[in-house]
């Protein structure tokens, strides 16, 4: 889905019921969903029915925020609906949460989350893209002159290339 100049993939889900698919099959389904996203530099955005609460951590743990958490139930006493996000982040406040009053179009209550561009991801890139260029704007006997740099960064090369390396790791 383009979004002005951007692009979000989206999926809809519907993994299998508890009823037909044992939770070993659903965790199947769910890898699956992970790892075909996980090829894509766009942010993904995984929505749906998963029919199941406990499936969300393998989600977390592949670094998407899940802003459905704790929206409580969605069919009779459970939590099945969610809504996960890969650079996106959830805006607002309350940033999701469950359409009780939408009756009679499934079993399932429809599940809603406020996204905005998450910046992190970029900004992390940029900082290290300027930490590798920042090393070579100070070369050996450089020092000396006004300067708002700290003396140390020429008295204590090596500490200072430490520091750098470190940094960049």
Same mark, same amino acid.
């Given at each position: 889905? @383009?979004?002005?100049?951007?692009?979000?993939?989206?999926?809809?889900?519907?993994?299998?019921?508890?009823?037909?698919?044992?939770?070993? *099959?659903? @965790?199947?389904?769910?890898? =699956?969903?992970?790892?075909?996203?996980?090829?894509?530099?766009?942010?993904?955005?995984?929505?749906?029915?998963?029919?199941? !609460?406990?499936?969300?951590?393998?989600?977390?743990? *592949?670094?998407?925020?899940? $802003?459905?958490?704790?929206?409580?139930? &969605?069919?009779?006493?459970?939590?099945?609906?969610?809504?996960? =996000?890969?650079?996106?982040?959830?805006?607002?406040?309350?940033?999701?949460?469950?359409? @009780?009053?939408?009756?009679?179009?499934?079993?399932?209550?429809?599940?809603?989350? &406020?996204?905005?561009?998450?910046?992190?991801?970029?900004?992390? &890139?940029?900082? =290290?893209?300027?930490? !590798?260029?920042?090393?070579?704007?100070?070369?050996?006997?450089?020092?000396?002159?006004?300067?708002?740099?700290? $003396?140390?960064?020429? &008295?204590?090369?090596?500490?200072?290339?430490?520091?750098? !390396?470190? =940094?960049? *790791?």
């Amino acid at each position: 889905v @383009r979004i002005g100049e951007r692009s979000v993939v989206i999926y809809s889900v519907h993994l299998g019921s508890p009823l037909g698919t044992g939770g070993g *099959a659903r @965790r199947e389904q769910a890898e =699956a969903l992970r790892d075909d996203a996980a090829r894509l530099d766009e942010p993904v955005l995984l929505a749906g029915d998963f029919n199941s !609460k406990g499936i969300g951590e393998l989600f977390v743990a *592949a670094g998407y925020a899940w $802003p459905t958490r704790a929206i409580g139930r &969605t069919v009779g006493l459970f939590s099945f609906d969610h809504v996960f =996000a890969r650079g996106l982040a959830p805006a607002g406040s309350p940033s999701a949460g469950v359409a @009780r009053e939408a009756k009679g179009a499934s079993d399932h209550r429809p599940v809603w989350a &406020t996204l905005r561009w998450a910046v992190v991801k970029a900004s992390a &890139t940029t900082i =290290a893209e300027n930490l !590798k260029k920042a090393h070579g704007l100070f070369p050996a006997g450089s020092g000396g002159g006004e300067s708002r740099a700290k $003396p140390e960064i020429w &008295t204590d090369a090596a500490g200072f290339d430490k520091q750098m !390396k470190e =940094a960049q *790791a």
